[in-house]
């Protein structure tokens, strides 16, 4: 029975997300506030019944009720509950189910904390909320129901796909998500700016610190999915530009422009129309994310098989969000830009170039992710993009933003003086040239690493040099606001990670390998000995498992433990093991016994040995660390908007060009 | 009309953005052209279809009995077939996990004689769904009769 109450809950969601779409809208169009007055206890009912449904799903996975397909298809009597949670979102239905909890969570969240806005224009962004809601509840009410029955009602499951069974992916998906559904909170202040024809300086200081928010949440699930295909998918790699990632990557690329134009416009009043469009692409590009990885439209590791009737959805409501608001846009963005004129040398400009090259990559990603469905439209054959495209291209386009970016802090707003710029440039560019001349020794003259060790020497003392003038010149207190300190913070994470990137893909070895137990692989230094493999079990699998002592000048350094799992229904699942470390990662996967059947004989051996891998993940959580702390500044919360409106510096219409 | 210094540097600042558009564009195309793989069952590629690509994916069923392991190393060769033709497999590294008989794989590489050389081997990932464009590719392959391609 309790099945039937997530969908009536689904139901009543639906039916007060058109009351928080509709009225308010309405309400704002003619002035009343009673409709206006609708939005907030819609926008809550409907989190309410949602949370229920969300809880009715969970509980059904707990209590291993198997009449309900979902269920039955993804769990079965032998999952530990800790993966029954996690297998709520383990398949397209639930994932779309948490897809909506989070975005009621943010709705919440955005009623609770908007009433410091004016009233036309909060009703505005809520309905805009409740339209994309609107949007997300009929489609699973229509076509993705998580609580259909399955009669008759089996006596055991099926299993959650054991690629998923591992503690990253549990945190994995909720993290993206509230990430992607971020993106929304700016949206609706686009679109609600649009509608009113106006969007004042003190409404988007008011969105800025949400974007900061959901873009750190979408950087953090974005590093924990990479982290999960490194140790997961037994291959070592940590980017392999598959169409989902690519789905994930390109909203965060938009949105880390978005995040620099919105400062722009929020300090100077320019670039509003540009602020805007990329709101709606930041969120356009987080609802193809989500639909791109569900679908099955494009062949990929987290794809499902699709029913046509979704895929028609889906391309009706990606339509009509991106349709309508680029035609929005079209009719009503001449009206809302403006703001201060700037000269060529200036901070505006440098992070107009940024915008536009992160724009461009974002577009670049988006042409190669689609171009197999393109290639299909046009009748071209079935053609796949290689990685090397994105490979080739990506550096290429983000080369002029690490070359700018120190300097980006030390430009003053409209007008820059050069020779400062000059007394930077020659300090970083001697800095990160003499680390690299001495890099170069270290590293065997490899080109790669020493660019590395150059991009980060050249981003960290640009930071630090900046870091070193804000102490200098600002009063005790004022020195490192929440948006200067998150943004130090995140420009270092771009060092590390750049550091980390080219260092790990220059420097890194791999060797696949024969190896009869007893033998050892002496990799850069470490010798790794094969000791054999054994049998042993889990909570719901069984695994034949490797150990392999790792000795260096015959210290012994780790012992690892890789294995191969056999889950109950036959599926077979590699587990990395791995030896982390600072400045290193040893890392070793089991390929296949070379004897079929024989596991105590010779195995195939997947050995690694990883300088600075986890530099990467370092420098992502930085620079999600800098997101959280920029949006955290005080400055975001404590003024009213009267107060903001009527300080000198944020006049709304002024120098209307 | 005469050129004012605002004018002039507005003409400048356009004939950037076009330039920068055009390099752009011509990487990009380059880029593609470069990395574009066709998916191409056994029986495509015995008609002639994989002539002109270096690189190619090979898209099929591995035949049942076909794996061979090379005793001292991690050479591994099978056969990949669809309805209408095979094609020898050549690979040396770790193979999937879900790598057995009768289960559909893509492998990407280059054709060496009759041989199909792979660098990379995917299987499916589980036991009831095939990639879409691999089932899309064979039901073409079998559409078509044998010895002529569709592409002119």
């Known amino acids: ?657 | 009309m005469p050129m004012n210094p605002t004018r002039k540097r507005r003409l400048v600042i356009v004939l950037l953005i076009l330039a920068a558009a055009t390099l752009a564009t011509v990487l990009v195309v380059v880029a593609l052209q470069n990395n574009m793989n066709y998916l191409l069952t056994p029986s495509q590629v015995q008609s002639g279809q994989a002539s002109g690509y270096k690189t190619f994916r090979l898209g099929g069923m591995v035949k049942a009995g076909s794996i061979q392991r090379s005793s001292d190393s991690l050479k591994v060769t099978f056969t990949v077939v669809d309805a209408g033709g095979a094609m020898p497999v050549e690979y040396t590294g770790i193979l999937p996990d879900l790598f057995r008989d009768n289960q559909s794989v893509i492998a990407t590489g280059h054709m060496a004689g009759a041989r199909f050389v792979a660098t990379e081997v995917l299987a499916k990932h589980d036991e009831t769904y095939m990639p879409k464009e691999l089932k899309d590719a064979m039901a073409k392959a079998h559409a078509e009769k044998p010895g002529i391609g569709n592409r002119e």
């Open chain 1, 1 to 657: 029975m309790t099945p039937e109450l997530g969908q009536l809950a689904l139901i009543l969601a639906l039916l007060l997300a058109l009351a928080q779409g509709v009225l308010p809208l309405i309400g704002a169009w003619r002035g009343n506030h009673a409709l206006m007055a609708v939005a907030r206890p819609a926008a809550a009912g409907q989190a309410v019944f949602v949370a229920f449904a969300f809880g009715i799903l969970v509980w059904a996975f707990l209590h291993f009720d198997f009449s309900v397909q979902y269920v039955a298809d993804n769990s079965n009597l032998e999952l530990p509950w800790y993966y029954r949670i996690a297998a709520v979102w383990g398949a397209h239905e639930g994932s779309l189910l948490l897809w909506i909890f989070i975005l009621n969570v943010w709705t919440v969240a955005l009623a609770a904390f908007s009433y410091k806005l004016p009233e036309v224009f909060a009703s505005r962004v809520l309905a805009v909320m409740g339209l994309i809601a609107v949007g997300f509840l009929a489609f699973i009410v229509f076509t993705s129901d998580p609580f259909g029955r399955l009669l008759p009602m089996p006596g055991d499951g099926a299993d959650l796909n054991p690629v998923l069974q591992d503690p990253g992916m549990a945190f994995h998906p909720p993290v993206l998500y509230t990430g992607y559904v971020g993106f929304s909170v700016a949206f609706a202040f686009a679109i609600a700016g649009l509608l009113g024809g106006e969007l004042e300086q003190a409404w988007v200081r008011w969105a800025r610190p949400w974007t900061n928010v959901a873009w750190a949440f979408l950087t953090l699930g974005i590093v924990a999915g990479s982290w999960w295909a490194y140790a997961e998918l037994g291959w070592g790699g940590w980017w392999f530009w598959d169409p989902v990632e690519n789905a994930s990557f390109m909203p965060w690329l938009v949105g880390a422009a978005l995040i620099h134009a919105q400062a722009v416009t929020e300090k100077r009043g320019s670039l509003r129309a540009w602020t805007i469009l990329l709101s709606i692409f930041a969120f356009s590009l987080s609802l193809l994310g989500t639909f791109l990885v569900r679908s099955g439209v494009l062949t990929s590791v987290h794809a499902f098989a699709s029913d046509p009737r979704r895929g028609v959805f889906i391309l009706i409501f990606l339509t009509i969000v991106v349709g309508g608001s680029l035609l929005l846009y079209a009719l009503r963005a001449p009206k809302v830009a403006g703001g201060k004129a700037f000269q060529l040398l200036s901070r505006e400009t440098v992070l107009l170039i940024g915008n536009l090259m992160f724009a461009v990559a974002a577009a670049m990603v988006l042409l190669g992710t689609l171009f197999p469905l393109i290639g299909d439209a046009l009748n071209l054959g079935r053609i796949s993009v290689g990685p090397p495209y994105f490979g080739f291209l990506f550096p290429l386009l983000m080369l002029p933003v690490v070359l700018l970016m120190p300097f980006g802090p030390f430009l003053r707003w409209g007008k820059g003086e050069s020779p400062l710029l000059k007394q930077i440039l020659l300090r970083v560019g001697v800095a990160a040239a003499a680390c690299a001349i001495v890099a170069a020794f270290f590293v065997d003259g490899k080109l790669k690493a020493i660019v590395g060790v150059a991009a980060l020497v050249w981003l960290g003392v640009g930071v630090l040099l900046y870091a070193y003038k804000r102490w200098r010149d600002v009063p005790r207190g004022r020195r490192y606001p929440g948006e200067m300190a998150g943004m130090l913070l995140a420009h270092l994470g771009v060092g590390v990670f750049v550091a980390g990137v080219l260092l790990t893909e220059s420097l890194s070895v791999t060797r696949d390998v024969r190896m009869a137990p007893g033998e050892t692989q002496h990799i850069s230094g470490y010798d790794f000995r094969f000791d054999g493999v054994h049998r042993t079990t889990g909570p719901n699998w069984k695994a034949d498992q490797g150990v392999i002592t790792v000795t260096r000048d015959d210290k012994q350094i780790a012992v690892m433990h890789p294995q191969k799992r056999t889950y109950p229904r036959g599926q077979v699942q590699t587990e990395s093991a791995v030896d982390a470390g600072v400045f290193r990662d040893l890392y070793v996967a089991l390929g296949e016994p070379m004897d079929a059947g024989n596991i105590e004989g010779a195995w195939a051996l997947r050995l690694y040995y990883k300088p600075f891998v986890r530099w990467i993940w370092g420098g992502g959580l930085l620079m999600m660390l800098g997101g959280f702390v920029c949006a955290a500044d005080k400055r975001f919360r404590l003024k009213r908007t009267a107060d903001a409106t009527a300080s000198l510096d944020l006049q709304p219409q002024e120098t209307r060009a």
